[in-house]
């Protein structure tokens, strides 16, 4: 049985967990702007709890395609504000932090107890990550990435996709063991510096991460693999977020995150009760 321990409790993905997307940022590539108020967030993150999500996952830096830089004093600035509205009213919700620098995960672990550092650059980006992580003594969310937001999706290659993606998360998480930290979670990045044929065969071959043993976290919701496959725009893509969810599910995943819990949360009980049928 996978777990990690959430301020000395045991989570086990012996039933798949949601992860429900807050982006407080003015530009994310779905829901960008919509989450800058004190009301908006609060409700936002109401909505992700009251549909039956285990996580509410908050990112104020946008990580979409060519996506502009945010330094370090505004990302902190927009989650320092965000996280005091939100701790105060569910002091009890389990939160995880989108960023990749050490100092907004310190800052946001000690001060605003926040439970999950979700590192989409999987400690590329900032040499004192993984140390900081280690210190904190939270579950860390090691994410693959090609190059970075700005330039990720110019001309991805790999010489072996799988092996290449595999060879990167052994060797992030031998750095990880070595600095003491503990309770990682994978995520092989979809989007992220992959071509659309890259992230199908991505979530075609998800089982061959299983060899990690560790809980594997999956995010397609409304992205470019879906709806530009289909000709649509990603507020159009919840059907196809749902038909991925499921090929997700059955192939290993533990953890959806997603913009539309109510029905990720579906999905998992009906892909629980196939499974158990």
């Not at 309770?183 to 992959?194: P, R, T």
């Not at 990690?212 to 709806?227: D, E, N, T």
Request: aromatic share 8%; net charge negative; charged share 25%.
């Amino acid at each position: 049985m996978q777990t990690v321990n959430i301020k000395g409790q045991l989570i086990d993905f012996d039933t798949p967990k949601v992860m429900g997307i807050l982006n407080i940022t003015p530009d994310s590539f779905f829901d960008g702007g919509k989450y800058q108020l004190q009301a908006d967030i609060e409700r936002r993150c109401e909505e992700i709890l009251e549909q039956g999500a285990d996580i509410v996952d908050i990112g104020a830096y946008s990580s979409r395609p060519g996506a502009f830089h945010v330094d370090a004093a505004e990302e902190e600035r927009r989650l320092r504000q965000s996280l005091e509205w939100i701790r105060k009213k569910y002091p009890d919700a389990v939160l995880s932090v989108d960023t990749f620098r050490a100092n907004i995960s310190k800052i946001v672990v000690e001060e605003y107890e926040a439970d999950i550092i979700n590192d989409i650059s999987g400690g590329m980006m900032d040499a004192e990550m993984f140390p900081t992580i280690a210190l904190l003594g939270v579950p860390y969310i090691l994410m693959h990435m090609q190059g970075t937001p700005q330039n990720m999706q110019h001309n991805p290659v790999y010489k072996n996709l799988i092996g290449d993606i595999s060879l990167f998360f052994a060797e992030q998480l031998k750095k990880l063991s070595q600095y003491g930290a503990k309770d990682v979670i994978l995520d092989v990045g979809f989007g992220f510096g992959k071509t659309l044929e890259h992230n199908y065969e991505l979530l075609r071959e998800l089982k061959q991460f299983e060899l990690f043993k560790l809980p594997l976290l999956v995010g397609i919701s409304r992205k470019s693999m879906i709806y530009k496959l289909l000709d649509i725009e990603a507020k159009d893509a919840l059907n196809g977020t749902t038909a991925l969810n499921t090929i997700a599910l059955m192939n290993g995943a533990n953890i959806l995150r997603v913009h539309d819990v109510k029905e990720a949360v579906e999905c998992i009980n009906l892909v629980r009760q196939l499974k158990n049928a």
